[in-house]
């Protein structure tokens, strides 16, 4: 990418576009817009479109603006927890504001790159035999409208990019995390309870099932990927992001609890189980590391930021 | 199936359903709801409930009335031509009702069996080496929001299977046709400007590309497959439904011509040209072959019907 390329960030008032804003501009990109429903604090030298992506025409009027030759497709309702509740919604915005940021990229840019952001969660329950790595070509299992939501996404980017040859590389993030995470994720919400213990606001810790194995990576590392894929990404290709290393739930809470100034006592709440949990979820990345990518930040860092994050909240 | 079981159909009023209850009823069935938006003519001994299947209350209360034992689900917006210009709402609409109906299920009759009704249109565009025909396990790649919202609502139905333990039957039916079906499809949309033109009434016949090659099956012979599906298919299992057999659009067309009784001259619309048509669409029927299923209506009685409802328009 150029340094003056045009770069919409949909979303990026987010907790990972605001990770993705902090890097771009370390690395001296200069013409950042991004995409925001409400006016918040933004950095220095990026411009905000405030609108609602499932506002088609808004939508365009953005692209007409700021004429992007890359589109990092952030925006998403990504509750994973209770999106059997909130299904009809989830699935409606998230298909919705797909169908505008494709509808302006063949009006406006046909040229464009979209880095469209899915997640591994599409892959659901992998068979045991396939357990150990889910590569791309592992069939798709979702068990929750949210992963359906995000599928159907990946489907309508790639019948657009079919019909209207459009620039389309896919990523499927496997977890991930860091400062900034909104508490209705596992990590800041168990760093949140273990703040509150310390201040003695809070006797114990509430968990769920801690017995799932995932794959986290340091956001800080995801945002790296996502500048490889915008210059280095295959159209039409679908790439992994994970680090290749599964952890149980339990052995992320241990890196936490052992950041904690005091000991923690633990409760199981059965109102944070789920229908149907995934057993295990890690990544073959053998195709984004062949773009140049790997993990560098180290996980007990990455829990450490999260916590110090929540003492100053 | 019992002849006394409680089968539910909905969009039991459209072409499908009206043949699907003609069978029903002359195999002895005596159970038979159909949901209906508005107040039609429905043969005698069948139920009809008057409901939006996007409204989810209603839905719920539509399910406590008749307790489905088999819930055939027909309903779904299925315009395939400019499915572009209208994808928010056939996107929206295709996920609600199927949420809607999934609800119903899992509150009201959890153990009831549903064929969920998809298309072959899911497939899209195969690659060269497997255009010979499309089994069940054919990677992917719709290319218009039609299909994507077929996928879709497959993607939801399983995940609902999976989370809820409900048992669910998938089908993919690939082109079919008989009497009744609109004028939105091909056949229909010949057979009705033949008609015109054996009236003096049209010149010539309007046609678009016609080199594509369809796998086309009687509507008859399809449900008769939806009855062995609810009997013999296997719980999570999708299967295709097609004859097995291409024909190009033009042997289809030439079929039409021969049966009618004036000389038709063709002209070509560019307007009915797609932004990307599939080239091939053909079956590997195996799966549902093996429950017993065969094609049994030859497909110049099938098109000679076709004509000869039209005339009667």
């Known amino acids: ?10 979303g990026g008032s987010g907790f990972v576009g605001s990770h993705m804003l902090e890097y771009l501009l370390l690395q001296g990109y200069t013409n950042i817009t991004i995409t925001d429903r409400s006016n918040g604090e933004v950095p220095a030298g990026v411009r905000v479109e405030i609108l609602d992506l499932t ?19 952030l925006a998403s309702v990504a509750t994973v927890g209770n999106s059997f509740q909130k299904a009809e919604s989830m699935m409606t915005i998230n298909s919705s504001l797909m169908l505008s940021v494709l509808e302006a990229m063949r009006a406006v840019t046909p040229n464009a790159r979209l880095l469209q952001v899915s997640s ?8 045991s035999d396939r357990a150990a790595a889910q590569n791309e070509e592992t069939p798709l299992k979702p068990i929750n409208p949210y992963a359906v939501s995000k599928l159907t996404q990946e489907f309508l980017a790639s019948a657009y990019a079919r019909s209207y040859s459009l620039d389309v590389v896919t990523v499927r993030p ?12 596992a990590l800041p919400a168990f760093a949140q309870q273990i703040v509150a213990v310390e201040r003695g606001e809070k006797e114990s ?3 769920g099932n801690l017995t799932g194995i995932r794959d986290f990576t340091d956001v800080k590392d995801i945002v790296v990927a996502y500048e490889i894929l915008f210059d280095k990404g295959v159209s039409g290709e679908v790439y992994n992001l994970g680090s290749a290393e599964g952890h149980s739930m339990q052995e992320m809470l241990d ?12 409760t199981e709440d059965p ?14 990345n053998g195709k984004i590391t062949a773009l140049g990518w790997a993990p560098t930040h180290d996980l007990s860092e990455t829990v ?10």
């Open 271 to 284: 109102k944070l189980a789920r229908p149907l949990d995934i057993p295990v979820s890690i990544a073959d």
């Open 255 to 266: 890196l936490l609890l052992e950041n904690s100034s005091v000991e923690v006592h633990l």
């Open 174 to 185: 496997f977890n991930h995390t860091g400062e900034r995470q909104t508490t209705a994720f």
């Open 120 to 127: 591994a969660a599409v892959y659901g329950l992998v068979s």
């Open 55 to 73: 506002d088609a025409a808004a939508t365009r009027t953005c692209f007409e603006t700021c004429k992007p030759d890359y589109i990092l497709n």
């Open 205 to 207: 810790l509430s968990v």
């Open 304 to 313: 450490q930021r999260i916590l110090d994050w929540q003492r100053k909240q």
């Open 1 to 10: 990418m150029q340094k003056d390329a045009s770069i919409l960030i949909t």
